[in-house]
């Protein structure tokens, strides 16, 4: 049995999930988590050498109190070979690529059916690599994107951000004060000021109204 933790912040989504699993025969749901600090606590409770374990984990990257990506990151620094299936309904080109590039065994949008789901569950169970058509398309022009000298041309601002700074980002583009965005993160305003600077110079907006409309143009605010 491939043994799954669950880890969405809504009740309703996890079963679903649960649901959706029940109907197979090789895939059981041996745990859930409702935010980030959790998730990181099941997987170790789950290491332990009385435990049963878990195979993999689906994780929401919009996780409460430390998000998905910070969580994969931490997973993989921790248990290197749990594959990790990033599970978001953000459009594929805001987190698929970004997650793949942590560490993630997999991206798969909430909108799949229960085939697929099965199916990239397995299949990172199995030590492979589960991305859809879509997602590959995305990989493949950031491949190119960062070939040769000509990678500035060709990658939007935005892509290269680092992790922190792209969460800092998308927060200061949907209104939220340095204060608020410090407390969310878990850090210093003076370090949200520091990221904030940075993202300004690498987009080449002169303020936190031209991020907002630059993540509007990009289409990077959708849920």
Not at 123 to 140: D, N, R, S
Not at 144 to 169: C, D, I, K, T
Not at 171 to 185: D, K, M, N, P, Y
């Amino acid at each position: 049995m491939i043994r799954v933790l669950i880890c969405d912040d809504h009740v309703i989504v996890r079963q679903g999930i649960k649901q959706i699993l029940a109907d197979t025969a090789d895939i059981v749901v041996a745990g859930e988590a409702d935010n980030g600090p959790e998730a990181i606590r099941k997987v170790r409770e789950a290491s332990s050498p009385q435990a049963v374990g878990i195979e993999v984990v689906l994780m929401d990257i919009a996780m409460p109190h430390r998000d998905g990506l910070d969580v994969l990151r931490q997973l993989k620094s921790e248990f290197p070979k749990l594959p990790v299936l990033m599970l978001s309904t953000y459009p594929d080109k805001q987190y698929a690529v970004r997650s793949l590039k942590l560490g993630a065994a997999g991206y798969l949008n909430k909108s799949a059916d229960s085939e697929q789901m099965s199916t990239a569950i397995r299949k990172v169970a199995a030590g492979g690599l589960f991305i859809t058509p879509t997602v590959a398309e995305h990989m493949a022009t950031a491949l190119g994107a960062g070939v040769g000298a000509s990678r500035s041309a060709h990658e939007p601002p935005h892509e290269r951000l680092s992790h922190r700074e792209y969460q800092v980002f998308r927060l200061i583009a949907t209104g939220r004060s340095v204060g608020e965005i410090a407390e969310q993160l878990v850090l210093s305003s003076n370090t949200v000021s520091t990221y904030r600077a940075r993202i300004l110079e690498k987009t080449g907006a002169r303020n936190d109204v031209e991020l907002a409309l630059y993540a509007v143009r990009q289409d990077l605010l959708q849920v």
